[in-house]
Every structure is written in structure tokens, then in C-alpha cells.
Nanobody, 115 residues
């Protein structure tokens, strides 16, 4: 079983920055893809950014140019650098990692952006 632990959320003013981190632990797992999702108040969960083991990256149109997803050297960590934050970025952010035999989610971390 794979466990994901996120950190780095918080309250920030519009225009500010936050960096989210997600670390995976467990035994005998490999990771094919990592991603960050978010769910705002009254909204469906949506993909924010994803990265594959081969290095392919994609972003939601709403965050393109402001957010950057990256992997750590340990390969079991993923980061989301969020710049120029807007009030509409307010949401619970979830980390997800998938691989053979698992589809793992973190518990979520709250990001709140004040205007």
C-alpha cells in the first residue's frame, strides 16, 4: 500500500506564492505518473498538473504559466510551485500517484487565496 503525505498549503494574498510537496511511502511500488488535483467550493475535482515518469508534463489552461510541477531527486516526491495566485485558485489540493497495482491519493491540503 502506498501512502501520500502532502504539505505546504496555507493562506496567501492574491499575487503571492506557495509550494506544495507530496511524498510517497510504502513497500514495493513504482510510479508511472504523478499529478496535482484540486477541488474548489461547490466544484468538481479537476486536474491541475501532471508529470509522467518519462518527464511529460501537462497543465490545466487556468494555471499554465503560473504553476510548475516537478519531481524530487528521490523520485517518490512531487512538488507544485504556485506563483501569481488568484482567489479562484482557492481549493483543497490533492496529490495523486499511479503505477502498477495502485492509484494513490493524498489527504489534501487547503490553499486559500485572499483578494
Amino acid at each position: 500500500q502506498v501512502q501520500l503525505v502532502e504539505s505546504g498549503g496555507g493562506l496567501v494574498q492574491a499575487g503571492g506564492s506557495l509550494r506544495l510537496s507530496c511524498a510517497a511511502s510504502g513497500s514495493m511500488f513504482s510510479i508511472d505518473a504523478m499529478g496535482w488535483y484540486r477541488q474548489g467550493p461547490g466544484k468538481q475535482r479537476e486536474l491541475v498538473a501532471g508529470i509522467t515518469s518519462g518527464g511529460s508534463i501537462n497543465y490545466a489552461d487556468s494555471v499554465q504559466g503560473r504553476f510548475t510541477i516537478s519531481r524530487g531527486h528521490a523520485k517518490n516526491t512531487v512538488y507544485l510551485q504556485m506563483n501569481s495566485l488568484k482567489p479562484e485558485d482557492t481549493a483543497v489540493y490533492y496529490c495523486r500517484m499511479t503505477g502498477p497495482g495502485h492509484d494513490s491519493w493524498g489527504q489534501g491540503t487547503q490553499v486559500s487565496v485572499s483578494s
